[in-house]
């Protein structure tokens, strides 16, 4: 199976089906990542928590246009979060790719991400690990746009619903690749939604 980046793009390391990344898991026959639709209507949502903030992936060699193999690195940090003051890092993952391009920051990926909350006056506010699944769903003229679907299935906010929004300039992406020097370092911004069915 071939391993696809695009779990850096969205700030996360996913490398599920390589043989690297214990954590980086493929979803259980039959279980779904993406948002509980059944119901929804009739019974409403409940948003827990809604944050913005930011991710950032490393490439090291840089990626190109041309498959090599790197080394990724991804994480980021969630703040200004709707819900007493509460932020999160994601915990950051590090690991070999090889052949890869930057082609494939455009592919859907799945995997595991961890958090580690933060809330004022409280000293262990808890980690969340959610199992997700990524699409590319917008490349437009200025930005592409990533959106994470998932289930947390531990932790706090357990049975939740995740939807995470990741938004990369352009300009970033395609004068980089194209570049003699390559794309070292991608910077974007991240909405993350919690929910669950009332």
Avoid at 18 to 41: D, H, I, K, R, W
Avoid at 102 to 125: K, Q
Avoid at 160 to 182: F, I
Wanted: hydrophobic share 40%.
């Amino acid at each position: 199976m071939r391993c696809h980046v695009s779990g850096f793009v969205a700030g996360l390391l996913v490398i599920a089906g390589c043989g690297v990344g214990p954590e980086a898991l493929e979803p259980e026959p039959g279980a779904s990542t993406s948002p509980a639709e059944v119901g929804a209507a009739e019974q409403g949502l409940l948003t827990l928590v809604t944050c913005g903030g930011t991710v950032i992936s490393t490439f090291d060699p840089p990626l190109k246009n041309e498959p090599q193999d790197v080394v990724a690195s991804a994480g980021g940090v969630l703040s200004n979060c709707l819900l007493s003051g509460l932020t999160a890092t994601f915990v950051p993952r590090t690991g070999p790719i090889k052949a890869a391009s930057c082609l494939d920051l455009l592919h859907s990926s799945y995997g595991t991400l961890r958090l580690i909350w933060s809330e004022p006056g409280n000293p262990a506010p808890g980690e969340s690990e959610v199992l997700f699944s990524a699409t590319v769903v917008g490349v437009g003229d200025v930005a592409t746009t990533i959106t994470d679907t998932g289930t947390v299935r531990s932790g706090r906010f357990a049975g939740a619903t995740m939807v995470r929004v990741s938004t990369y300039a352009n300009d970033l992406l395609g004068n980089k690749c194209a570049s003699p020097e390559g794309l070292a370092t991608l910077n974007g911004s991240v909405t993350f939604v919690l929910t669950r069915l009332l």
